[in-house]
């Protein structure tokens, strides 16, 4: 394991690409983040730019390696699937793609992995043995699958098939905005089913709920009537860039 004590980290997502220097013995930001709007061209040569003018704001940080995450299947740094950017993403090397933009040594991982490997060292999964799983609600529902502390990678069970439908496309906390659903409506109605769905299948030692919404978690966490101990993430939106800097400079 590197002994390096700083990195950086850029999360890529639908509605902003953001990116920060961080401390990589406490899991905090070491300045405040920068995010730059994802733009309605979200092409890889597009937001190679937008990653490579994220790495130049931190200049403090130059030769750290940097950790970016997709939101996507990602292996060996190649992208595989990209359900909510472009398709002109399957098939990009986007670790080539980036460590071009920014002239740095680059990781890349899915979006989830990343929120997995921060919260495993900082936040609601510290500590914990077993098999953890994490999901995202977000846009889509990503998903991480840690074991004993080590991560199983790209596991996508935000788009296991339920009731006829793709998971996300009816328990995402997109599809709680595009319906208008309540709090309670969404956990009743689309989380109940997806998480008994999923404890069935991994039989988890605890879940942690992560994305934007986890911030909200009392209003629908406690309507859940699941087996599996089920938390909101600690980090909350500062978990993908963190997991993306711890990750690259483990490599
Ligand atoms: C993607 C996952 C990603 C998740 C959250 C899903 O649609 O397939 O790879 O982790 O969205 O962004």
């Not at 994490?134 to 935000?158: C, K, M, Q, S």
């Not at 699941?226 to 993306?244: C, F, M, S």
Request: glycine share 12%; hydrophobic share 40%.
């Amino acid at each position: 394991m590197s002994q390096l004590t700083t990195g950086l980290g850029i999360d890529i997502g639908g509605s902003g690409i953001k990116g920060a220097p961080v401390d990589l013995v406490s899991g905090e930001f070491l300045r405040d983040r920068l995010k730059i709007l994802t733009p309605e061209n979200a092409d890889p040569a597009a937001m190679a730019r937008i990653v490579g003018e994220i790495a130049a704001h931190f200049p403090e940080t130059a030769g750290t390696p940097l950790g970016v995450t997709f939101p996507g299947v990602v292996q060996g740094g190649v992208v595989r699937t990209s359900a909510n950017l472009p398709k002109s993403w399957v098939g990009t090397d986007a670790r080539a793609l980036f460590a071009e933009a920014t002239g740095r040594p680059v990781r890349v991982l899915n979006d989830a992995d990343a929120a997995a490997l921060a919260e495993n060292r900082y936040g609601a999964a510290r500590d914990v043995g077993g098999t953890v799983l994490l999901t995202t609600l977000g846009t889509g529902i990503g998903t991480a699958l840690v074991v004993d502390g080590r991560l199983v990678p790209n596991t996508e069970f935000g788009h296991l098939e339920i009731d006829g439908h793709d998971a996300e496309s009816r328990a995402s906390s997109g599809a709680k905005e595009r319906e208008g659903l309540s709090y309670h409506d969404w956990a009743k109605k689309r989380l109940q089913r997806y998480y008994r769905v999923i404890e069935d299948l991994v039989w988890p030692d605890l879940i942690v709920v992560g994305g934007g919404v986890s911030r909200k978690s009392e209003k629908f966490l406690h309507h859940l009537d699941i087996r599996t101990p089920i938390v909101p993430a600690e980090l909350r939106n500062t978990a993908g860039i963190v997991g993306a800097a711890l990750s690259a400079a483990e490599v």
